[in-house]
Each structure stands twice: as C-alpha cells, then as structure tokens.
C-alpha cells in the first residue's frame, strides 16, 4: 500500500482521446494499479449491492491507495462525477475506498481502446480513451 492517497479526479478533451487524471498526494510511491473492462452492474465495494454506470461499456481502474483515508487525508470531492467536456465518458464514480484500495468505474459510450500511464510531480495516472484515428 503507498503512502499517496487521492487528490483529484478530472477529465480533458483531446483531438484524438478524452482522458482522466487520478491525481494523487502524499508521499511514498506510485501504487500498482489494473484497468479493464468489466460488465455492468458492477459491485459497489464490498456490499452485495451493485450498480449500472452509464455508458455501453465500463471501465475499471483499481489504485493501491486510498483516495481519502481513515482519518479523512484525501479526495474531497463528489463519488459520482457527470463530466461535461468530454463526449465518450459518461460518469466516474468511486466504487471502493477500503483497506487501502481504491476502484473507479468509467462509463464511456461504447468500448474503445486504451492507454494508461503514470506521470511525476504531481504523481498521477492517466488513462487516454483513444475517440478518434
């Protein structure tokens, strides 16, 4: 588990890809992290309840860090996020914050093909949902 816990999560527009930033803060190293596409509903944590994001296709990335942790250090913001300038993606939301791991579901408009990334300064990984040739 990394001592970075979240910080931020937006989306931007590109010519050729819509991407989403999970902005982390802290100190230590970058967690290990897994994308894939998954079917809907997707489990919500570790309840039994389930949810559909909005979108044909689901996205799922899983951090090895807590977006906001035990003692409130973290993301502040909204668990479910509808951006607005972005075309492909339709809602972001937090799935799990537990035990140190964090999950984001992505509902983008159909299944595209991906390419995710880790940047420096701030620490960060970037997933690229390529929308055009």
């Given at each position: 588990?990394?001592g970075?816990?979240g910080g931020?999560i937006?989306?931007?527009?590109h010519?050729?890809f819509?991407?989403i930033?999970?902005?982390?803060?802290?100190?230590g190293?970058?967690p290990g992290?897994f994308?894939?596409?998954r079917?809907?509903?997707?489990?919500?944590g570790?309840?039994?309840?389930?949810a559909?994001?909005?979108?044909?296709?689901?996205?799922v990335?899983?951090?090895?860090?807590?977006?906001?942790?035990?003692t409130?250090?973290?993301y502040?913001?909204?668990h479910?996020?509808?951006?607005t300038?972005?075309?492909?993606?339709r809602?972001?939301?937090?799935?799990?914050n537990h035990?140190?791991v964090?999950?984001?579901a992505?509902?983008?408009?159909?299944?595209?093909?991906?390419d995710?990334s880790?940047?420096?300064?701030p620490p960060r990984?970037?997933?690229?949902?390529?929308?055009?040739?």
């Amino acid at each position: 588990m990394s001592g970075l816990v979240g910080g931020d999560i937006r989306t931007g527009r590109h010519e050729c890809f819509e991407r989403i930033v999970i902005e982390l803060g802290g100190s230590g190293t970058f967690p290990g992290w897994f994308a894939e596409y998954r079917n809907d509903p997707v489990q919500l944590g570790e309840s039994n309840e389930t949810a559909f994001i909005r979108g044909d296709a689901t996205l799922v990335v899983r951090l090895g860090s807590w977006m906001r942790d035990t003692t409130g250090e973290g993301y502040q913001g909204p668990h479910d996020v509808f951006p607005t300038n972005v075309s492909s993606l339709r809602e972001l939301r937090l799935i799990e914050n537990h035990e140190g791991v964090t999950i984001w579901a992505i509902g983008i408009d159909r299944q595209r093909p991906f390419d995710v990334s880790v940047l420096p300064s701030p620490p960060r990984l970037v997933i690229d949902v390529q929308t055009g040739t």
